[in-house]
């Protein structure tokens, strides 16, 4: 049966330029803590402020990259 200790539960959101995205990593993390929950951030290309702000809120487990990229569509 599987335990909390042997799942992973990725959450990936896509950003560009939005810092409603801080208020969605905020409160994913105020919702689920545990060890299991992970963040994957793929983000477009946002300011240099913005990602460093984003970065901030991010815990070591998470992952987050900025790149120009072409858009979602």
Request: glycine fraction near 4%; aromatic fraction near 8%; proline fraction near 5%.
């Given at each position: 049966?599987?335990?909390?200790?042997?799942?992973?539960?990725?959450?990936?959101?896509?950003?560009?330029?939005?810092?409603r995205?801080?208020k969605a990593?905020?409160?994913?993390?105020k919702?689920d803590?545990?060890?299991?929950?992970?963040?994957?951030?793929?983000?477009?290309?946002?300011?240099?402020?913005?990602?460093?702000?984003?970065?901030a809120n991010?815990?070591?487990?998470?992952?987050?990259?900025?790149?120009?990229?072409?858009g979602?569509?």
């Open positions: 049966m599987p335990t909390s200790e042997n799942i992973t539960i990725s959450i990936i959101l896509p950003s560009y330029n939005d810092a995205i801080i990593i905020e409160s994913i993390i919702f803590d545990s060890e299991c929950v992970e963040i994957i951030l793929i983000d477009g290309g946002s300011s240099p402020d913005l990602i460093k702000s984003i970065s991010l815990r070591k487990r998470d992952y987050f990259i900025s790149e120009k990229d072409k979602i569509f």
